[in-house]
């Protein structure tokens, strides 16, 4: 069976409500009840000490003391009598008639000089009523005392107004609770609703949602983590989208770079087979088909690397390398590639500067970085330097190119980018892998590297390796 969260709150909290009203009733009543009764036994007991006083101070007068007593109590509503050792009333009635018939237990305390306070009693009187006996005892022998009684019908009179007060009062806080219940409930239900809607919609693939969220209590906590998931949910999704375009174009891209040299390849073995390609075209013939082989290996060696690159399958060895060494290597490597787009490599570098690195991960590295600015480079420089940091090898790559547009520099470093679409026939990073490796390997070094660009201002990737400990 479904109950609504509305309900549940209300029913709680009356339930709540209504047991702790309760219990409060019970014990506030029988507090009164209690005070009542203890008030009443005190003013007898104070009366009758009272009395015996006053008829021991005056033994001449205490017929005319014991009247004017009786005249004053009568207006309160108290009686009294006055009795012997032999528990004989001696007033008001002067026939001496038997008393009030006493227990074994009231005798033993009346005997032992303890007064003796009955809050209601009803089988030895005519009517209900509360009374207090009070000995006399002189020189520690029991000679008689005075028995007060006052009816209890004022008193639970009283005690009844004060029980109908008390049923009004709950009757209104708990009318006062309910409303307040009903409306807080409400409110709560109403947020939780709210989070209940959004779910949905994300449910439905809307990433774009956003609920109310505050500090103030753990419903806003809740909707401030929702809000939280939400915004990573957007970002993943946007990231989902971007790497499935990415994706696309990738294959996209492989499918046209495979499809190119492959087409080449076998034009041109079907030529040679068949003797359809002149003599003096035979050498040339074989030169292309040899280049765009090893056009193939480098674009299926891209993707394995980075593969194994990704998976931590990569095993660095380590040394001391003169940095000096490997930026020539890769400026005279580099060199042809520089000159057919009019460019300059120039390396700037200390005497015996040492790189801690991994040597083949190393030229790997700045081969990538230096093809990538002699790319988007023409009829301009390239740097090669190096430099000492605090405690790491510093090295420097800038160029005079075209420069990165500034939402495009955190994405360079994605799988399958690609800043300009014109790389598709770029021979050096067709599947656009290779900064995304060159990420991979920097980092496998334990070091840091930036790039900072503006368009149409060049680009300058700097690449810190710590120093050997």
Not at 166 to 176: E, H, K, M, N, S
Not at 228 to 248: C, G
Not at 320 to 333: A, D, H, N, T, Y
Not at 417 to 424: E, G, H, L, P, V
Request: hydrophobic share 40%; glycine share 4%; net charge neutral.
């Amino acid at each position: 069976m479904r109950i609504r969260y509305l309900y549940q709150l209300l029913a709680s909290h009356i339930s709540i409500l209504i047991v702790a009203f309760s219990i409060l009733s019970i014990l506030f009543a029988h507090y009164v009840e209690t005070l009542v009764y203890e008030n009443k036994a005190e003013e007898l007991n104070a009366y009758g000490k009272s009395i015996l006083e006053d008829l021991q101070l005056m033994p001449n007068r205490q017929s005319r003391t014991a009247d004017q007593y009786s005249q004053v109590l009568r207006a309160r509503n108290i009686q009294y009598l006055v009795f012997d050792e032999k528990l004989i009333v001696n007033y008001p009635n002067k026939a001496k008639i038997p008393m009030i018939r006493w227990t074994s237990k009231e005798l033993t305390k009346l005997s032992k000089g303890e007064t003796i306070v009955v809050k209601s009693d009803i089988e030895r009187f005519d009517q209900a009523v509360s009374f207090v006996a009070v000995p006399y005892i002189n020189n520690g022998q029991f000679l008689g005392g005075v028995l007060l009684t006052s009816p209890i019908s004022g008193s639970r009179e009283m005690i009844s107004q004060i029980n109908r007060y008390l049923f009004i009062t709950v009757i209104i806080a708990l009318t006062i609770a309910l409303l307040l219940s009903w409306i807080l409930s409400r409110i709560h239900v109403k947020r939780i609703q709210k989070i209940r809607d959004a779910t949905s919609l994300i449910s439905l693939g809307d990433y774009n949602v956003n609920v109310p969220s505050s500090s103030f209590d753990e419903i806003g906590e809740l909707a401030n983590d929702f809000n939280d998931m939400v915004e990573k949910l957007n970002k993943s999704q946007n990231e989902i989208e971007s790497l499935e375009n990415r994706r696309r174009q990738f294959f996209a891209d492989v499918s046209h770079e495979l499809r190119t040299p492959l087409t080449t390849i076998s034009g041109m073995i079907e030529g040679l087979r068949d003797n359809m390609i002149a003599e003096n075209e035979k050498q040339r013939a074989i030169h292309l088909v040899n280049r765009e082989t090893k056009r193939l290996i480098r674009l299926v060696n891209e993707n394995l690397d980075y593969e194994k690159i990704r998976s931590n399958q990569v095993l660095l060895t380590k040394e001391m390398i003169e940095l000096g060494e490997v930026l020539e290597i890769i400026q005279e490597q580099l060199m042809f590639q520089a000159e057919e787009k009019n460019n300059e490599i120039i390396v700037e570098v200390p005497k015996c500067l040492q790189i801690y690195a991994d040597y083949d991960r190393l030229i790997q590295i700045l081969i990538n970085i230096t093809k990538n600015s002699i790319q988007f480079t023409s009829q301009g420089k390239i740097w090669l330097r190096g430099k000492v940091g605090y405690k790491e090898t510093i090295i420097e790559i800038e160029d005079t190119g075209i420069g990165i547009e500034a939402h495009e520099i955190e994405s360079i470093w994605h799988r399958f980018f690609k800043a300009d679409i014109s790389r598709t026939n770029n021979p050096y990073g067709e599947s656009g892998l290779g900064l995304s490796i060159v990420k991979k390997l920097v980092e496998l070094h334990n070091g840091e590297i930036q790039v900072k660009s503006e368009k149409d201002e060049g680009t300058k990737f700097e690449i810190r390796f710590p120093a050997k400990n």
